[in-house]
């Protein structure tokens, strides 16, 4: 059966390109499924669903391994093209955002939070994305010798229709050429030796 979700985790394992946009949307319902079952935020058991939903594994989590929404987002964007200067402006205070310290540098921004980032349509982006991330999934999961095997096959493919081809090709062509040769040949043989006999 086809896997339909996909940790953060193996995301980012995978290197699947990952838009800010599509960080947020994850970051905001990771944090609002742990607000409402209670379970810790981790890029390992926080799942993405083809169906564009959030799902967190509850497991053993020691407190160092839970993440903020914020780390999470920060975590997911690294690497990846850059957020809008809002966005890092609250990303800078991610770190607080987890001990519940006020922030020094977010300000305004610090102050709206998450929320303000987010966009109508969070199912469809999460979606989007996830459903990127399996097809990475199953490509990387594909032994390595299936794909020289296949390039193998079209090649011997390949290769047999060229034989046929060439084959239909000579059968016709040679036949044909050689019975034109040998009528012209007859021809010229039959009129010599009418003028033989005529004279």
């Known amino acids: 059966m086809a896997a ?7 995301l980012l394992e995978l290197r699947v390109p990952i838009a800010w946009q599509e960080a947020v ?6 944090e609002t499924r742990a607000d409402l079952t209670g379970v810790p935020i981790t890029p ?5 669903t083809d169906a564009g ?3 967190l594994d509850e497991g053993p989590v020691g407190s160092a391994g839970a993440l903020s929404s914020l780390q999470l987002l920060a975590a997911m964007v690294e690497g990846q093209s850059a957020p809008p200067p809002e966005l890092q402006e609250l990303l800078a ?5 987890l001990l519940g310290f006020p922030s020094e540098e977010g ?6 939070g998450l929320k303000w980032f987010v966009r109508p349509g969070t199912e469809v982006e999460i979606a989007r994305l996830a459903t990127r991330g399996l097809a990475a999934e199953q490509k990387a999961r594909r032994p ?3 794909a020289a095997i296949d390039r193998l096959r079209a090649e011997v493919s390949a290769l047999a229709d060229a034989r046929r081809g060439a084959l239909t090709f000579g059968r016709w062509w040679p036949a044909t050429a050689h019975r034109r040769r040998r009528h012209r040949h007859d021809g010229h043989g039959r009129a010599r030796r009418r003028r033989h006999r005529d004279g």
Do not use: H, K, M, Q
Request: hydrophobic fraction near 50%; aromatic fraction near 6%; glycine fraction near 6%.
């Open 93 to 97: 205070t991610a770190d607080d955002a």
């Open 25 to 30: 949307e994850v970051a905001y319902a990771a």
């Open 53 to 55: 939903a959030i799902e």
């Open 4 to 10: 339909t979700r996909i940790s953060v985790a193996r």
């Open 107 to 112: 300000g305004t921004v610090a102050a709206r």
């Open 144 to 146: 390595a010798g299936v």
């Open 44 to 48: 390992r058991n926080c799942f993405l």
